[in-house]
């Protein structure tokens, strides 16, 4: 995991309040100016992917319903087989 400032960079999920969903461009450019690296906006679903160093609490912003460290989910895990 890179580092900036000794912290160590996290991708982030930013959830957009519903009701700010048309502004999604103008919050992601805000989490930008906070130092975040925005990976992607998802228009339909009000949903910012991105990276940042900064405490996840600082991007808690106007218009950002929740934030939450992108996870990489696996269904299953492959069992190994006796031989």
């Known amino acids: 995991m890179k580092k900036i400032n000794s912290n160590p960079v996290k991708r982030f999920?930013?959830?957009v309040e519903e009701d700010d969903i048309k502004n999604i461009a103008k919050i992601a450019n805000k989490l930008k100016l906070l130092g975040c690296d925005i990976d992607d906006i998802h228009k339909l679903t009000g949903v910012i992917l991105g990276s940042t160093s900064n405490p996840l609490e600082s991007l808690q912003?106007?218009?950002?319903?929740?934030v939450e460290i992108d996870?990489?989910?696996?269904?299953f895990k492959k069992q190994k087989t006796a031989a």
């Not at 996870?71 to 269904?75: P, Q, S």
Request: proline letters at 0%; glycine letters at 8%.
């Open 13 to 15: 999920i930013a959830s």
């Open 61 to 66: 912003i106007e218009g950002v319903e929740h």
């Open 71 to 75: 996870r990489t989910v696996k269904a």
